[in-house]
C-alpha cells in the first residue's frame, strides 16, 4: 500500500510479522510433522524473500527488524504446534476443506 495508515502503537508491525509467521508456521508444521526443521527454513527463507522483494518497491523498504519477527514467530508457531496448541488450525482446516466440497 503506497500510503498505509500510521499505526497508533510505535512497532505494532512488528507484532503483525510475529503472529502472521506464528499462525503460517504452527499450521505448516500440522501439516507437516515432523518435518519441523523443514518448516521453519523454508518460514525464514519465504520471511526474507519478503523482505528482499519490497526492497524493489518505490514506496516499499526492506526491514531487518521485520525479518527478526518474521523469524521469532516462525519459532514460536512451530513450538507450539509441537506442543500441540495449534490444533485448532487442523480442525479449522478440515472444516473449510469439508464445506469447499459439498455440491451446490
Known amino acids: 500500500m503506497p500510503n498505509p ?15 502472521a509467521f506464528a499462525l503460517l508456521s504452527g499450521w505448516f508444521a500440522n501439516l507437516l510433522a515432523p518435518h519441523y526443521l523443514r518448516v521453519i527454513v523454508t518460514m525464514v527463507l519465504f520471511g526474507a524473500f519478503i523482505e528482499v522483494a519490497q526492497s524493489f518497491t518505490p514506496y516499499r523498504s526492506a526491514d531487518w527488524h521485520d525479518l527478526m519477527a518474521d523469524a521469532f514467530g516462525v519459532v ?7 506442543l500441540g496448541a495449534m490444533r485448532w488450525l487442523g480442525y479449522l482446516d478440515a ?9 451446490r
Open 76 to 82: 514460536a508457531g512451530v513450538t507450539l504446534a509441537r
Open 5 to 19: 495508515p500510521q499505526a497508533q502503537v510505535q512497532h505494532f508491525d512488528k507484532f503483525e510479522h510475529f503472529a
Open 95 to 103: 472444516r473449510v476443506a469439508a464445506k469447499t466440497d459439498q455440491p
